[in-house]
């Protein structure tokens, strides 16, 4: 690359030129003359968030290992040079070779929260594309978004010429491969989304209407031609030990988030929380060979050159080789000196042992998530922690040396009481005794221990039990948080005790995001044309301009937020199948509110339907899967 | 995998000189740092680490450059365990660079030898107008009059005060080039830890002299060599800082 698309003027007058300029070890440049398609892959967010993701970094292998496509990168620019940008009529451009995303064939976009709508608004006007699927022609790139946002992908269907549903290793070669046919018979831009709406995982929104009831509820959403699909079902990589997976991670100049090697060791999770988006659309739990794992940790290690190697998965105290693979991991780095950090571990002798091996015990903190402050409620959210099983661990830790402990809960749980705050500042509370309990005043560092008590606001998401679930309004969450804080104010241990929470108003907004419509499209837009960008950093949240973007267009936050769905509600994501059944969510959502918790994946199936995939977990042990014969029977 | 070779027994200083050029301009001193460590293990170079619970690598850069300069004489010492030879050594390296990093020598130097940092007396530097920043002015003659003026007083500002500064002590050697285009400026000036001098302050310095001010942008800024002082007392002797080190 010679050519900066920049000038030295401007890269010198914004804050972290590097995120602008590629260049980066195991970038990959081609020759553009010897590639049929140009992919643009984007993460809409700035630089180092964006290059913290594995996802892009396994897709822009998997691309790159096609002769005839060339992936480039590309982020969102930092508020100074998008102010530059707009002045200049610069248009964005990718990394990599530094031209202008306008002229690729394709600009993937991964979605991978709510609140970075509006920067893929900002993605596309500074790269010169038209914000809406139907305004652009065939000079413009095939905008084509994925992640775990699409799975209700209509808030921001207006913007997307389609949407890949599900795990990227699956569907996007057979993609391309139409895209050339059409390109070489000259097909026409409506004609080739027409063709891809009928690859699997594939969802074209132009060629699907949607009918509202007269109370804005949906009566229907359908395909508008014949062959078109009437459902989509995700896609799923079922050999994930025999798949795409970087060797050669791009490594940053500058530190991001996440500077380090990330070894995923499985996909999806075998717990169940009745919260958790994720736990639902990524199975069945599927993981990855433990040679595989060695084998590519050592690589990735080797090629970036990287301190540190993280594992990462939704629950790795569930991955059947943890023990093998950690003794192997600690040999390996100890040698080359490399740190291994170890998150999503379950509280136990076996990772307080392993975690005092590879941290240095002193600085680090100790992390339980019950999300809820009581046992019933715990029971209500299906978490599987128990009181004990945190005091246990909390005692086992601080006789190993930890002194600080995180806790995470959310607020405003479905069935949520006064008695259920007041339990999370009790268990708090009761940490401390613990430390105090277990630790002899002269073995005291510093003479204390340190509880961080944080939380969140719960916001129900589409695919989970809890998507039937009310949200609570911004005063009603505040109004929990306070109550927290009185009750953590009022403990014994309070000295102890530190207490944090999230912003009420970008939290409602994310339920509207959620659980929204098509008709979310134009609040976005329109708040997006008034200056809101980077809504997920907290200093450039405008809650009341978004406010100002909902009143103008006549859009009540109520009705997505806090309205009561009954359970034969048309949800906007019903068109989707997420491979787990609205039967099998509805059998949740009931148990719920009957406080009965339903046993993990392993110990007993549940009998959601994702052993449709014939694989994974679902298969574990018998060979034919125990779903069969067992659904529902609890 | 370890480097098969001489195992000293001891640690061994090596000196690396690099180049900066293209995009990676752009790149800050820190994270050129961060560069090499993560470079040095892609290369598998038997480094040695400290100790203490998060070892890193022992590692220390000469001159900070600058933020949109280019260097063709940058250095950074490490120490190692093994090795199979300086050529290899350079090998490696500029195997695992990236365009606009170029490893140009690795020498050895000897135990007792002073590191990159603390060696560092002078560097030279050649300074161009960017077209459209040129002076209107005459400004080639006017700058050999600058530099031969028996002081030139700027004004420095540190984070607690102004302070009046006689820069001529500190400008070694001040030349112009003739190329094709516009003149180059070469100048040799003090780099160490105790009076380092920017070029962008002589060229501040000057302008204002001729009633003009320098534009941010004006200049570019290519580091020739990084140098130490081998001389006596008032008898200074500038070396290139790999030629301290020996071929091994």
Partial sequence: ?634 | MKILGKDMGTEMKVRIKFAKSGAMRFIGHLDIMRYFQKAIRRADIDVAYSEGFSPHQIMSFAAPLGVGLTSNGEYLDIEIKTHAGAEDMKQRLNKVMVEGMEILTVTMLKEDAKNAMASVAAAEYTVRFRQGYEPGFDWPKRLMEFYHSPSIMVTKKTKKSEMSLDLKPYIYQLSLQETEKAPVIRMLVNASSSGNVKPGLVMEAFLKANGEELSPFALEIIREDTYADTGKEGEPHFVPLDAIGMEF
């Fill in chain 1, 1 to 634: 690359m010679s050519k900066l698309a920049l000038r030295d003027e401007i890269l010198l007058q914004v804050e972290k030129p590097a995120r602008y300029i590629g260049n980066e070890v195991n970038g990959i440049i081609k020759d553009k003359s010897q590639v049929d398609i140009r992919v643009a892959m984007c993460f809409p967010d700035v630089y180092e968030i964006g290059m913290s993701h594995l996802g892009i970094q396994i897709l822009y292998d998997m691309f790159n290992r096609f002769d005839d496509v060339w992936c480039e990168r590309v982020y969102s620019p930092w508020v100074d040079l998008d102010k530059k940008m707009r002045e200049e009529n610069i248009p964005l451009f990718v990394l990599e070779s530094q031209e202008p995303v306008k002229d690729m064939d394709f600009l993937a976009i991964t979605i991978q929260y709510e609140m970075c709508y509006t920067n893929i608004l900002q993605i596309l006007e500074l790269s010169h594309i038209p914000l809406r699927a139907k305004d652009r022609s065939l000079e413009h790139p095939i905008v084509i978004g994925g992640g775990p946002c699409v799975y209700n992908p209509e808030p921001i269907a207006a913007f997307f010429d389609m949407f890949y549903i599900g795990e990227g290793e699956t569907r996007y070669r057979e993609l391309l491969d139409l895209y050339k046919e059409c390109r070489k018979q000259e097909k026409s831009r409506e004609d080739f989304l027409r063709e891809a709406s009928k690859i699997p995982g594939i969802y074209v929104p132009m060629f699907y209407r949607v009918e509202y009831h007269e109370d804005g509820t949906i009566q229907s959403i359908g395909p508008v031609e014949e062959g078109i699909p009437e459902k989509i079902l995700k896609e799923v990589e079922m050999d994930v030990s025999h798949t795409y997976y970087p060797e050669k991670p791009v490594v940053p100049f500058i530190k991001v988030t996440q500077d380090r090697v990330v070894l995923e060791i499985q996909r999806g999770c075998i717990r169940g929380c009745r919260f958790c988006q994720a736990g639902q659309i990524y199975r069945p739990v599927r993981e990855r060979d433990l040679d595989m794992l060695k084998n590519y940790a050592l690589a990735m290690l080797q090629n970036t050159g990287h301190e540190e190697i993280s594992l990462s998965s939704l629950s790795s105290s569930d991955y059947s080789q943890l023990p093998e693979l950690i003794d192997f991991l600690i040999e390996k780095c100890r040698e080359k000196k490399i740190n291994i950090s170890l998150p999503s571990l379950r509280i136990d002798a076996f990772s307080l042992d392993v975690m005092s091996k590879v941290q240095d015990v002193k600085k680090s903190s100790l992390t339980f998530a019950p999300e809820a402050g009581s046992q019933r409620l715990r029971n209500v959210i299906n978490k599987g922690l128990t009181e004990e099983a945190i005091l246990n661990g909390a005692a086992l830790a601080f006789q190993g040396g930890w002194t600080r402990v995180k806790l995470y809960f959310m607020l405003g749980l479905p069935t949520e009481t006064e008695e259920d705050i007041k339990g999370i500042a009790e268990l708090a509370n009761k940490i401390a005794a613990v430390f105090f309990e277990t630790v002899p005043k002269e073995k005291r560092i510093n003479g204390k221990v340190q509880i961080v008590a944080s939380t969140s606001f719960f916001i129900p998401k589409p695919f989970t039990p809890f998507q039937w679930a009310s949200m609570c309004t911004k005063e009603e969450f505040l109004e929990k948080a306070y109550a927290t804080r009185t009750a953590i104010k009022g403990q014994l241990n309070q000295k102890s005790i530190k207490y944090n929470w999230h912003e009420a108003d970008i939290s409602v907004l994310e339920g509207v995001f959620a659980r929204g419509d098509r008709k979310i499209a134009d609040v976005i837009e329109r708040a997006y044309k008034k200056g809101c960008i980077f809504d997920a950093w907290s200093e450039f949240f405008k809650g009341d301009v978004w406010m100002e973007a909902f009143e103008e267009l006549g859009i009540d936050i109520a009705f997505y937020t806090t309205r009561k769905r009954e359970l034969d509600e048309i949800f906007p994501w019903d068109f989707i199948d997420c491979g787990v059944s609205k039967e099998f969510l509805q059998r949740e959502w009931k148990k719920a509110l009957e406080e009965t918790v339903s046993p993990n994946c392993r110990a007993k199936c549940q009998g959601c339907g994702a052993n449709r995939f014939g694989g994974g977990v679902c298969f574990e042990n018998t060979g034919k899967g125990y779903g069969n014969g067992n659904e529902g029977k609890d």
